[in-house]
C-alpha cells in the first residue's frame, strides 16, 4: 500500500512507493522517505529528515530537521544483510539525532520504546534497547549493543561505550562516559566512576523515604565497605531486599557482565543515611 499524497506532505518530499504513512503524517520540505518504512498516525516529520527502512514508527513521534533515522549500522562486519529499527509512540528526536539499523551479530533490530528525548546531534547505535521516558541530552553518544533502561539520563556530551546497560532512574553526568554497567539508581560522573545515588530522579518517581534510605545502605555495603561484590549483593539482599527498589538494584548488579564502576570516595553526601 503506497503513500496518498496529500495537503500534509510537502511537495519536495521524496517518499517511496513501499512507506506507508498514516493520513495525518506531516512530512516537510525535501525529507526523504525510503524503503520499507511504517509510520503511525499523528507523526511530524520535519524538512531534510531522513527515514530508512525496514523501519516501524507508532504514534505521535517528532523527528526533527536534519534527523537520520534507520542508516546501516557502523559495524565492519555488517554486510548489508536486512536488519532494522522500531520505535515505539510519543518519542522526540530533535535536529540531527541519528539511529542505525541493528546488525545479524545482535538482536537485528534497534529497538526505542515510547516518550523517550533524544536532543540535537545525540546518536544510537545499532542493535541498542531504549527503554521508556529515558532522556538523551544533546551530543551523547550510545554505542551498539548497548541498554538503556526506563527514565535514565545521558547528560550532554557524555558516551556510552558498546553492550553497556544503564539502569532504571541512572544518570550519568555531563562529559561523562562509561565502559561498565551503571546500576539503577547510580549517578555517574567523569569516567567511570560514581559518585552517588540519583537521588533527585528517585524523589520525581516517587520513591518512599524508607526505600531511598535502604538505597543509601545498599549503596555503602557495595561501594564502601571493600568487600567482594557478591559478598555484598548478598548482604544487602538478605538485610534489604524487601524493597522493590533494592531487590531491581541487585539483581542487575548480579546479572552484570562487564561489572560497575568503583565510586569516589569524596561524595559522601550523596549515599549517607539523613
Known sequence: MALAFSETV?????????????PDVQVGPYAIIEGSVRVGPGCVIEGHACL??????????????????????????????PTGVRIGDHN?????????????QGDRVTTIGD???????????????????CTVVNNALVAGHAVLGDSC??????????????GRLAMLGGMGASSKDIPPFILQQGYNCVTGLNLVGLRRAGSSNQAINALRQAFR??????????AAVERIS????????????????RESKIGINPARSSDRENYEIQ
Open 10 to 22: 510537502h511537495a519536495t518530499a521524496i517518499i517511496d512507493p513501499e512507506a506507508v504513512l498514516a
Open 52 to 81: 530508512s527502512g525496514p523501519l516501524t514508527m507508532g504514534r505521535n513521534n517528532f523527528v526533527g530537521h536534519g534527523a537520520v533515522l534507520g542508516k546501516s549500522p557502523q559495524h565492519r562486519g555488517y554486510r548489508d544483510e
Open 92 to 104: 522526540v528526536f530533535r535536529e540531527f539525532v541519528t539511529v542505525h539499523r541493528g546488525t545479524v
Open 115 to 133: 516518550h523517550n528525548l533524544f536532543m540535537c546531534s545525540s546518536h544510537i547505535g545499532h542493535d541498542v534497547r531504549v527503554g521508556d521516558h
Open 153 to 166: 539520563i545521558l547528560s550532554g556530551n557524555t558516551a556510552v561505550q558498546q553492550r553497556v546497560r544503564v
Open 221 to 230: 555495603i557495595l561501594y564502601r565497605e571493600g568487600r567482594p561484590i557478591s
Open 238 to 253: 538478605g538485610d534489604l531486599g524487601e524493597f522493590p527498589e533494592v531487590a531491581e538494584f541487585v539483581e542487575f548488579v
